[in-house]
């Protein structure tokens, strides 16, 4: 099955600097990425996501790279502020089925600090 | 749009005792629905996969006999935690895609529900 690994586990950053969060996976057959946000003890939020037919997708200060031959794709969020402090979630799924599912990755603890 | 509930939002409940979760999608239609478990500063992990008029599909290591899972509508399904311990105490998110989009793998989550067995 899917394994995806995230990096880092914990990100501190000044406002207004960028953040970068990586996320490898394992199964060639995954096309689909989506990133989620999550505040604590509520609902993961997708925040952006890219099919495997682009290699980049950006919207406002968040943007997604991908890279199929090396099975890994990067968020980036640009001129952070303290409302991005949350934990992201990375996540593939093949776009294959009714039933394609989600692996998600191990999560990254972002905290922007003033 | 695309909005899905889940009731209730937490629940405290004694060991030996069954728990209903109920994930509704209100303005849309959900063949599939998704079951995940996720325990203190972890991941999300996927338990099962709900559809609609059939049985659900299981993940490696999720006892079926346990977390009974009915999709008998296009609008919901119900996660039942039987016979609940201790360990089982955990935030339970569900997860609907849009009928109909097989292109769209998007995937809209519930607020959760947070279980606490004594």
Known sequence: ??????????????????????????????????????????RPQLIIDIRSNVGEKKDQRI??????????????ITETQPED????????????????????GTGTRLQVTL | GAVVSQHPSWVICKSGTSVKIECRSLDFQAT???????????????????????KATYEQGVEKDKFLINHASLTLSTLTVTSAHPEDSSFYICSARISGRSSTDTQYFGPGTRLTVL
């Open chain 1, 63 to 76: 943007a997604v790279t991908l890279n199929k031959t090396a099975k890994h794709f990067s968020l980036h």
């Open chain 1, 1 to 42: 099955g899917e394994n995806v690994e995230q990096h880092p586990s914990t990100l501190s950053v000044q406002e207004g600097d960028s953040a970068v969060i990586k996320c490898t996976y394992s199964d060639s057959a995954s096309n689909y990425f989506p990133w989620y946000k999550q505040e604590l003890g509520k």
């Open chain 2, 32 to 54: 599939t629905m998704f079951w995940y478990r996720q325990f203190p500063k972890q991941s999300l992990m996927l338990m099962a996969t709900s559809n609609e008029g059939s």
């Open chain 1, 85 to 104: 402090s949350a934990v992201y979630f990375c996540a593939a799924s093949p776009l294959t089925g009714t039933a394609s599912k989600l692996t998600f």
